[in-house]
C-alpha cells in the first residue's frame, strides 16, 4: 500500500457500503478510517485531517448536511475536500443543498466504483494544486515584504539582525546561524538566533573551516545543504536534528553562509529549503548595499583628498544604489501583481480541474475550457510583460480614458458572439469628457454587462448601447429586451454569489459594482420581468 496517497475518512452507518469503499480505496493505495455517525465524523475529520471524506447524508445523531455545514464553519476542516454518497436525493434540490452547504460533489447510489475513484482522486489533486498555489503566494508575499524590509536597512549591523530574525519568523527555527566571509573565506561578522557571547568570531571560523559543521559542509559545498536528521554534533545546532542552509553569493562572489536548524527530524521540505534560498537571494543584494552604502560614506568623509581617485567608484555605487531602489518599488509593485495574478490563476486551475474530470471520465475534454485557460494564460503575460516594462517607463493604474473608444473596442470583440446569438446591435455613442480609470477594469465591466445582457435573451433580440454625458457625469448604458429580472430578486442583483443564471457565479455584477464604486461611481438598474432590462454607469467626468 501507497500509504503517500493518503487517508480517506468514511462516514456512513451502512457496514456494507463501509465494506465496500474500504476495500475499493484501500485497492487504490489509500489508507482508510471509517465512522458510523455525524459525531464521530466531525471529530475525526479534526484529529486526522484526512486527504478526502466520503459521507452519507442519512446518519445517526448528525446528518450529513449538518456535519458538512459545521465542517465549513472550522479553520482545520473548512477546505478538505467532501463528496456526498447518498441513496436519499430524491430531488435536484437534496443535491443543491448539499452543494451549497459546501460538498465538494455529489454521488448518487448504486454508483460505479471506478467513476468514485476518479473523482476522489480529482478532487485529492485539486485541492493539492490549491495548497500548492496558496504557498507559493504566500512566499512571494513573503519575499516582496522582505525585500522591502532589507532594502530598508543601510547600516550591516542592524541588516544581519535582521536577516536572522526575518528567517526565524518566515520559516521553522529553533537555530538560525549567519556569518560573513571576505574573499580569503575568513569570517568578518557574524550572527546568531541565540548569540552566545561565549562564541568568538576565532570559534566560528573554527567551524567553518571543519568539515563536520554545517557552515563547513557549506563552504565546500557548490549548492545547498538540506539534512533530514542530523546525528552528527554541531555546536552551534544543538538539540536540532533537522537542518537547511545555503551560500549567500552576489553576482558570484560567495558573502557569507546561513543555516538553520530545528528539533524535530524531517522538518524541512524542498519548499523550506527554497523560501530560504529566495530570502537569501534578496539578503545578499542587501548586504552588498549595505557594504556600499558604508563606503559611501567613508568616501564622503575623506571626500576632499579622494575625489581625483575615487569618481568612478563613486559613479559606480551610486548606479547599483539607483538599481537597488528600482528592485525596492518593484517589489511594492510586485505585491500587487501577485494579488492580480491569482485572479487568472483561480480560473486556469479550475478549468484544468474540469479538463482533468473529463478525461479521468473518458470524456472529450470541452475545448471551450482550454480556450478559457489560455486566455487567462495570456492575461498573466500581459500583467508579467508589465512588469518587465517597469524600469523603461513608468505606469499608473488610473488615467483619463476616452469612454466612447472603449466602449467600441469591446462591441468589437461581442460583435460576432451577439451576431451568433440572433441580437441586433443598437449603438448611440456620443463625444463626452475623458473619466479617470482603470482602462482594463473598466472593460471588464462593459464586457460583463454586454454578456448578461446577451444571456438574457436566449432567443434573440436587441441590445442597445449608449454613451453620453450629463452634466458632470459619463453615462454608459446597456438595454437589452430579454427576460428582465424579477422584482423579488432586484435587492440582491450585485450580492456576491446570488445569481438568476442555473451556472452563474454570482461575482459578474459584484465585481462590476466594486469596481464602478471604487472609481467613485454607481451602477443604476431598470427592469421589468418579461421586458428587458437596463443597467446603467455613471461616471465622474474627468477635469
Same mark, same amino acid.
Given at each position: 500500500m501507497d500509504a503517500a496517497k493518503g487517508l480517506i475518512l468514511i462516514a456512513d452507518d451502512e457496514e456494507n457500503m463501509v465494506q465496500l469503499l474500504k476495500r475499493l480505496f484501500e485497492h487504490d493505495g489509500f489508507r482508510v478510517e471509517a465512522v458510523s455517525d455525524g459525531m464521530s465524523a466531525l471529530q475525526r475529520a479534526v484529529d486526522l485531517q484526512p486527504e478526502l471524506i466520503l459521507m452519507d447524508v442519512m446518519m445517526p445523531g448528525l446528518n450529513g448536511f449538518e456535519v458538512i455545514k459545521q465542517l465549513r464553519q472550522s479553520k482545520p476542516t473548512a477546505r478538505i475536500p467532501t463528496i456526498f454518497i447518498s441513496a436519499a436525493a430524491k430531488e435536484p434540490t437534496d443535491i443543491v443543498r448539499g452543494l451549497g452547504l459546501g460538498a465538494d460533489d455529489y454521488v448518487l447510489k448504486p454508483f460505479n466504483p471506478q467513476e468514485l475513484l476518479a473523482r476522489a482522486r480529482s478532487k485529492i489533486r485539486a485541492r493539492q494544486l490549491e495548497e500548492?498555489?496558496?504557498?507559493?503566494?504566500?512566499?512571494?508575499?513573503?519575499?516582496?515584504?522582505?525585500?522591502?524590509?532589507?532594502? $530598508?536597512?543601510?547600516?550591516?549591523?542592524?541588516?544581519?539582525?535582521?536577516?536572522?530574525?526575518?528567517?526565524?519568523?518566515?520559516?521553522?527555527?529553533? $537555530?538560525?546561524?549567519?556569518?560573513?566571509?571576505?574573499?580569503?573565506?575568513?569570517?568578518?561578522?557574524?550572527?546568531?538566533?541565540?548569540?552566545?557571547?561565549?562564541?568568538?568570531?576565532?570559534?566560528?571560523?573554527?567551524?567553518?573551516?571543519?568539515?563536520?559543521?554545517?557552515?563547513?559542509?557549506l563552504l565546500q559545498a557548490d549548492s545547498s545543504v538540506h539534512i533530514a536528521d542530523m546525528l552528527q554534533k554541531d555546536p552551534l545546532f544543538e538539540g536540532c536534528r533537522s537542518l537547511i542552509g545555503t551560500r549567500i553569493v552576489h553576482h558570484g562572489e560567495l558573502l557569507g553562509l546561513i543555516a538553520l536548524g530545528h528539533e524535530t527530524p524531517a522538518r524541512y521540505d524542498e519548499g523550506h529549503l527554497r523560501l530560504l534560498e529566495s530570502i537569501t537571494? $534578496?539578503?545578499?543584494?542587501?548586504?552588498?548595499?549595505?557594504?556600499?552604502?558604508?563606503?559611501?560614506?567613508?568616501?564622503?568623509?575623506?571626500?576632499?583628498?579622494?575625489?581625483?581617485?575615487?569618481?568612478?567608484?563613486?559613479?559606480?555605487?551610486?548606479?547599483?544604489?539607483?538599481r537597488s531602489e528600482k528592485l525596492a518599488s518593484l517589489g511594492r509593485l510586485a505585491a500587487g501583481i501577485a494579488h492580480e495574478v491569482n485572479n487568472p490563476l483561480q480560473a486556469i486551475r479550475n478549468c484544468l480541474e474540469l479538463a482533468i474530470e473529463d478525461i479521468d471520465a473518458h470524456r472529450t475534454v470541452d475545448r471551450e475550457l482550454l480556450t478559457v485557460a489560455e486566455q487567462d494564460v495570456e492575461r498573466i503575460r500581459r500583467i508579467v510583460s508589465q512588469l518587465l516594462d517597469f524600469s523603461r517607463r513608468g505606469s499608473s493604474d488610473l488615467k483619463?480614458?476616452?469612454?466612447?473608444?472603449?466602449?467600441?473596442?469591446?462591441?468589437?470583440?461581442?460583435?460576432?458572439?451577439?451576431?451568433?446569438?440572433?441580437?441586433?446591435?443598437?449603438?448611440?455613442?456620443?463625444?463626452?469628457?475623458?473619466? $479617470?480609470?482603470?482602462?482594463?477594469?473598466?472593460?471588464?465591466?462593459?464586457?460583463?454587462?454586454?454578456?448578461?445582457?446577451?444571456?438574457?435573451m436566449p432567443a434573440g433580440g436587441t441590445l442597445s448601447v449608449r454613451v453620453e454625458q450629463i452634466e458632470g457625469e459619463v453615462l454608459i448604458s446597456v438595454?437589452?429586451?430579454?427576460?428582465?429580472?424579477?422584482?423579488?430578486?432586484?435587492?440582491?442583483?450585485?450580492?456576491?454569489?446570488?445569481?438568476?443564471?442555473?451556472?452563474?457565479?454570482?461575482?459578474?455584477?459584484?465585481?462590476?459594482?466594486?469596481?464602478?464604486?471604487?472609481?467613485?461611481?454607481?451602477?443604476?438598474v431598470r427592469s421589468q420581468e418579461n421586458h428587458g432590462s437596463t443597467f446603467t454607469v455613471r461616471l465622474p467626468a474627468y477635469r
Open positions: 500548492d498555489l496558496e504557498r507559493r503566494n504566500k512566499e512571494l508575499e513573503a519575499l516582496v515584504r522582505v525585500g522591502h524590509e532589507f532594502n $530598508q536597512r543601510l547600516k550591516l549591523d542592524d541588516l544581519l539582525d535582521l536577516i536572522v530574525s526575518v528567517c526565524a519568523a518566515e520559516l521553522p527555527a529553533c $537555530q538560525v546561524a549567519l556569518c560573513l566571509l571576505d574573499q580569503q573565506s575568513q569570517v568578518t561578522d557574524w550572527r546568531a538566533l541565540d548569540h552566545n557571547s561565549a562564541y568568538r568570531k576565532a570559534d566560528i571560523q573554527a567551524l567553518v573551516e571543519h568539515t563536520g559543521s554545517i557552515l563547513g559542509w537571494g $534578496q539578503a545578499a543584494l542587501a548586504i552588498r548595499n549595505a557594504e556600499l552604502y558604508a563606503e559611501l560614506r567613508y568616501y564622503a568623509v575623506n571626500l576632499e583628498n579622494m575625489v581625483a581617485e575615487r569618481t568612478a567608484e563613486l559613479r559606480a555605487a551610486q548606479s547599483q544604489l539607483i483619463p480614458l476616452e469612454v466612447g473608444e472603449a466602449v467600441r473596442s469591446v462591441l468589437r470583440l461581442v460583435d460576432r458572439q451577439l451576431e451568433r446569438s440572433n441580437i441586433r446591435l443598437v449603438t448611440e455613442i456620443n463625444h463626452t469628457a475623458p473619466v $479617470q480609470i482603470n482602462e482594463d477594469q473598466f472593460k471588464q465591466v462593459v464586457l460583463n454587462l454586454l454578456l448578461n445582457a446577451q444571456e438574457a438595454t437589452d429586451t430579454g427576460v428582465g429580472i424579477p422584482e423579488h430578486d432586484m435587492p440582491r442583483i450585485f450580492d456576491p454569489f446570488f445569481s438568476t443564471k442555473v451556472d452563474g457565479t454570482g461575482l459578474g455584477l459584484a465585481v462590476s459594482y466594486g469596481i464602478v464604486e471604487g472609481h467613485g461611481g454607481r451602477i443604476e
